[in-house]
Nanobody
Framework: QVQLVESGGGLVQAGGSLRLSCAAS????????MGWFRQAPGKEREFVGA????????NYADSVKGRFTISRDNAKNTVYLQMNSLKPEDTAVYYC????????????????WGQGTQVTVSS
């Protein structure tokens, strides 16, 4: 079955950096667009960014543009989220998601979701 496993979360001070990873299995990774989402306590899940199946283009939410970077390694079946200049408002559970590449980019919905990894940014 399809599994998306996030890792790399933790506690960091404001202004610091973290890199999240999402390892995929059970699917042909290069055939999927990948997305990152986050959900803060008491809030709805929100889009962070996405990367095309080939890695040739990305799309970001305005709130993270210029601070976060998504990349992927199709040989390792892994997508990354590099987060720099972190702010307390970035505190959330971060999820990766996969959408078959036959769909438009960025996808409007996703087929598979990971369980999430907690990121906490202290002030």
């Amino acid at each position: 079955q399809v599994q998306l496993v996030e890792s790399g979360g933790g506690l960091v001070q404001a202004g610091g950096s973290l890199r999240l990873s999402c390892a995929a299995s059970g699917l042909t990774f290069r055939n999927y667009h990948m997305g990152w989402f986050r959900q803060a306590p008491g809030k709805e899940r929100e889009f962070v960014g996405a990367i095309r199946w080939s890695g040739s283009s990305t799309n970001y939410a305005d709130s993270v543009k210029g601070r976060f970077t998504i990349s992927r390694d199709n040989a390792k079946n892994t997508v990354y989220l590099q987060m720099n200049s972190l702010k307390p408002e970035d505190t959330a559970v971060y999820y990766c998601a996969a959408k078959i590449s036959a769909s438009v980019f960025p996808p409007a919905s996703y087929d598979y979701w990971g369980q999430g990894t907690q990121v906490t940014v202290s002030s």
